[in-house]
């Protein structure tokens, strides 16, 4: 594959449930980010990581757990998470050098519901 | 501290007539600005970009924007809408002196009439 893939595209879960997503690039690049996309409200940085270590936490609370094993490789791991936290999630990557230069290549988003 | 400001939640036009998405952003420092695209059910697609240079920015699918420092705007424009057009864009600023930070507005949803 090739580009920005994230899995799964939909999810449905309870408040108590556990659950993970995940992301992957394909792109050679550096940094990785999560954004959440909520209806009618500008794109919401939640995470950034660099080369793996983490360089912007967005004030996001701790029911989202972010995890970046390898430059490639994003997860959010997800637990006792609420009704408002329903809204897609958008992974995007960006390739090495000043990363505000740069443009982000996003993957298709997670849509994920909070029951 | 950063903003973008998109004027305008949706925009309808007939095909073929002028598009004109308006941007404007707030940053202390010299930006770097960007106009992206989302399709639905899909992510982000960049559009075009300005880092420094030519104020008048030229993209793909006929659209360019212009960069204007003294009314901090950033606004996108196509000559000739299409069908195909019909999507939402965002409006983004990043900060020169670097990081890793990207605001993005709220979004616009252009509509092409037929």
């Known amino acids: 594959e090739t580009g920005v893939t994230q899995t799964p595209r939909h999810l449905v879960m309870g408040m108590t449930n556990k659950k993970s997503l995940k992301c992957e690039q394909h792109?050679?690049?550096?940094?990785m980010y999560w954004y959440k996309q909520s209806a009618k409200k500008p794109l919401e940085l939640m995470f950034v990581y660099n080369f793996k270590e983490q360089t912007e936490n967005n004030s996001v609370p701790s029911r989202f757990s972010p995890e970046c094993p390898n430059s490639s490789h994003l997860f959010l791991h997800l637990h006792t998470l609420q009704p408002e936290d329903s809204a897609l999630y958008l992974c995007?990557?960006?390739?090495?050098?000043?990363?505000?230069?740069?443009?982000?290549?996003f993957g298709p988003g997670t849509r994920l519901t909070v029951l | 501290a950063q903003s973008v400001t998109q004027l305008g939640s949706h925009v309808s036009v007939s095909e073929g007539a002028l598009v004109l998405l308006r941007c404007n952003y707030s940053?202390?420092?010299?930006?770097?600005l960007f106009w992206y695209v989302q399709y639905p059910n899909q992510g982000l697609q960049l559009l075009l970009k300005?880092?420094?240079?030519?104020?008048l920015v030229k993209g793909i699918n006929g659209f360019e924007a212009e960069f204007k420092k003294s009314e901090t705007s950033f606004h996108l424009t196509k000559p000739s809408a299409h069908m195909s057009d019909a999507a939402e864009y965002f409006c983004?600023?990043?900060?020169?002196?670097?990081?890793?930070?990207?605001?993005f507005g709220a979004g616009t949803r252009l509509f092409v009439k037929a």
């Open positions: 940053s202390s420092v010299p930006p770097y």
């Open positions: 983004a600023v990043s900060e020169v002196t670097g990081g890793f930070k990207t605001i």
């Open positions: 300005y880092t420094t240079g030519a104020t």
């Open positions: 792109l050679g690049h550096n940094a």
């Open positions: 995007a990557s960006s390739p090495p050098g000043q990363g505000s230069y740069n443009e982000q290549f």
